[in-house]
T-cell receptor, first 117, second 117 residues
Framework: GAGVSQSPSNKVTEKGKDVELRCDPI?????LYWYRQSLGQGLEFLIY????????KSGLPSDRFSAERTGGSVSTLTIQRTQQEDSAVYLC???????????????FGEGSRLTVL | GQQLNQSPQSMFIQEGEDVSMNCTSS?????WLWYKQDPGEGPVLLIA?????ELTSNGRLTAQFGITRKDSFLNISASIPSDVGIYFC?????????????????FGKGTKLSVIP
């Protein structure tokens, strides 16, 4: 597709369940980011992938959160044993490269809205 | 962690009025970006600034990269109803703050703009 694609667009789950969120970046974009947006808040950085380099996981809030990027393209964000405070919109973004002038021009998907009951 | 202070948090203006919002940081940035987020959508890049003092326009939008590299403003002239949304500033630091050498953006908390027809 032409843009960043995320699925599911909405996910309602029970506390304690695991969830997987998927991101398909723009073709040719080597950098991929996950952000979390809580109600009325800005975007909180979670994790960053750049090519074959080790991902920057410095933003992951706990060890219940993990992400992988297979084949340098599609990424999956996994939240284990979900808690109510995990409820948020999870945004994926990609860019041509992770640094330099073009690295900041992130293209975002529409997000996956997670609700933990 | 690094923080961006974005103000105002929200604005209610009459159609046709000009709008101004700004962001400040305690640290310098090498890139400032302004994004707009419509309801249910991911943020979309409006303007990117790469040099201190740079003033860039995109239609009715004008943004400047502060000379100290610690602030930026966004102006919208002659507002129209479709300007409604949340505007985010974002900055990219010149140095990596994690071992992985990532260049993730730090986002402000957003300015919610409402335009009264």
């Amino acid at each position: 597709g032409a843009g960043v694609s995320q699925s599911p667009s909405n996910k309602v789950t029970e506390k304690g369940k695991d969830v997987e969120l998927r991101c398909d970046p723009i073709s040719g974009h080597t950098a991929l980011y996950w952000y979390r947006q809580s109600l009325g808040q800005g975007l909180e950085f979670l994790i960053y992938f750049q090519g074959n380099s080790a991902p920057d996981k410095s933003g992951l809030p706990s060890d219940r959160f993990s992400a992988e990027r297979t084949g340098g393209s599609v990424s999956t964000l996994t939240i284990q044993r979900t808690q109510q405070e995990d409820s948020a919109v999870y945004l994926c973004a990609s860019s041509l490269e992770g640094r330099g002038p073009l690295g900041g021009e992130l293209f975002f998907g529409e997000g996956s809205r997670l609700t933990v009951l | 962690g690094q923080q961006l202070n974005q103000s105002p948090q929200s604005m209610f203006i009459q159609e046709g009025e000009d709008v101004s919002m700004n962001c400040t940081s305690s640290s310098i940035f090498n890139t400032w970006l302004w994004y707009k987020q419509d309801p249910g959508e991911g943020p979309v890049l409006l303007i990117a600034l790469y040099k201190a003092g740079e003033l860039t326009s995109n239609g009715r939008l004008t943004a400047q990269f502060g000379i100290t590299r610690k602030d930026s403003f966004l102006n919208i002239s002659a507002s129209i109803p479709s300007d409604v949304g949340i505007y985010f500033c974002a900055g990219q630091f010149p140095y990596a703050y994690s071992g992985a050498g990532s260049y993730q953006l730090t986002f402000g908390k957003g300015t919610k703009l409402s335009v009264i027809p």
